[in-house]
């Protein structure tokens, strides 16, 4: 009674300590939820996510570089620009040792007309940094200051913000329905207001609150890749039969 009792405990010993290692394998195999999905909309229509240290440690294993790409398909007589741009960039105080986000949001619909929202977000490694690279963009540039973040416009189409957290870029066009001329137009004034809900937005409004989301971001991965089916099928007609 004794002899099987004490091996019972043993197989149960044995059983808890492949359970803990198995947790172990599990838990390393996944990464902690970035602060960037706090700010991607909950009814974003797709988001796109790459980690660019995670792509170049895979490119430098197989001897490639970013740059040696660039100047193996750009054109020789702009590929030095092209060059210092990507260096400017690497240095611009972002951090890219965590993940770059790009999203889509569409308001509205086909029939009546729609907002598009594009917008990237990244992690910020230097705030100040950051704001030298956009100044240096162009000489006209104003960097306009709001209560938690600043903000600068590059060009009609581009919206850019940051922090000491996050750098947030938007553009927005507006699309006509069937009874305009179906063009698309830059929509300034919503930049202004996406960008400031964006740097404001709750976690129950943010994408981090869909919890299938959250489970595919704490995926140890090069990129990956969301749709929202539903926020997508908003935009569409229903048509009668």
Known sequence: MTKNLLARMKSLVKITGLLLAVMLVVSSCKKSVPKQINHIPKDATVVFSVNAKQLQDKLSKGNLSIDSLVKLFADVSRASDKMQKMDDLKNSGIDWSSDLYVFMQSKGSVM?????????????????????FIKKQSASVEVKKAADYSSAKLD???LVGWNKELVIAVSTKVSRGY?????????????????????????????????????????????????????????????GM
Not at 112 to 132: L, R
Not at 217 to 228: I, L, Y
């Open 156 to 158: 009609d189409n581009l």
């Open 179 to 239: 009874s305009g001329s179906g063009t698309s137009t830059p929509d300034n004034n919503s930049d202004e207001q996406t960008l400031a809900s964006l740097f404001g937005m709750k976690e129950a409004d943010a994408v981090a609150s869909i919890s299938e989301f959250r489970d595919l971001m704490q995926q140890k991965s090069d990129a990956a890749f969301w749709t929202n089916s539903s926020a997508a099928l908003a935009a569409v007609p229903m048509l």
């Open 112 to 132: 009546m007309g729609q907002n598009v929202v594009a917008g990237a977000i990244a992690a910020t490694s230097d705030a100040s940094k950051f704001e030298a």
